[in-house]
């Protein structure tokens, strides 16, 4: 007799190489792979939920990947604050999940983060808060939803998270979206975060490039959905960076 299928830990596997990005840096990450059962491992999964600070220094998780104290299970905690391992008791994936984005949540409500923005389209990114990642991988988890193939698993938050209209981050194709983000665009949107420049005339002025051709860029990086461009005074347009951090994902095998 075949033994029955956990469908809880099906759906936990499907959350492989989630994460969320954080305005200010901070990144909530989902690692999980099938592995054969072990004393250690009795679950036949191999997990790792980390939230890492804009120095990618990972400041809180629960994970099983090694012994931890003098137990069997390896299962275990990485605290907030402190370098010594907790251990931890794997109840399933559900109350694991619970466990870990309620304690990301205080942190995150403890260092101030904001945890707001909402947007979403399929098959690009996926712009939301804190709140939203919680509820979708809840709901996942607990069988109210399917992850689908196409989605993303990467999700960004807005530049500003007070900014009520984020904007969708999509490219053609992926070298469209490489070309898009060279170094020169990089350093001219980090430019317009850092100087918030009033006006395409006066950014023209930052950069010492031409206006006409500044504004050829600048439609495109709008049309990607980096750049906004804000009506400023009389005929102005005053550029606005919506997006923080971009990341690819290519599935090879697709």
């Not at 592995?35 to 036949?44: H, L, M, Y």
Request: charged content about 30%; overall charge positive.
């Amino acid at each position: 007799m075949k033994p029955k299928p956990d469908y809880e830990l099906e759906v936990l596997l499907n959350l492989d190489r989630h994460e969320f990005n954080f305005a200010r840096n901070y990144i909530v990450k989902y690692q999980v792979r099938r592995v054969v059962a072990t004393k250690g491992r009795p679950s036949g999964i191999k997990y790792s939920l980390t939230l890492h600070d804009p120095k990618r220094k990972r400041i809180y998780g629960i994970d099983n990947a090694h012994r931890a104290r003098r137990r069997h299970e390896f299962d275990h905690r990485h605290p907030y604050g402190s370098a010594k391992l907790v251990a931890y008791e794997y109840r399933g994936p559900v109350v694991l999940l619970e466990d870990f984005l309620r304690e990301v949540e205080r942190i995150l409500t403890e260092l101030r983060c904001p945890m707001k923005k909402r947007a979403r389209k399929p098959g690009t990114f996926k712009t939301g808060s804190f709140g939203q990642f919680k509820e979708f991988t809840l709901a996942v988890v607990r069988g109210q939803r399917k992850i689908d193939p196409t989605e993303p698993k990467i999700w960004v938050e807005s530049a500003d998270p007070s900014d009520k209209r984020a904007a969708h981050v999509q490219f053609q194709s992926l070298e469209a979206g490489a070309k898009l983000l060279s170094p020169k665009n990089r350093a001219l949107l980090r430019l317009i975060a850092d100087r918030r420049p009033k006006s395409v005339s006066e950014l023209a002025t930052l950069t010492r490039r031409a206006e006409q051709n500044l504004l050829r860029t600048l439609h495109k990086l709008s049309q990607a959905g980096l750049v906004r461009l804000d009506k400023g005074e009389g005929r102005a347009y005053q550029p606005v960076v919506t997006t923080r951090k971009v990341h690819f994902e290519i599935d090879l095998l697709s």
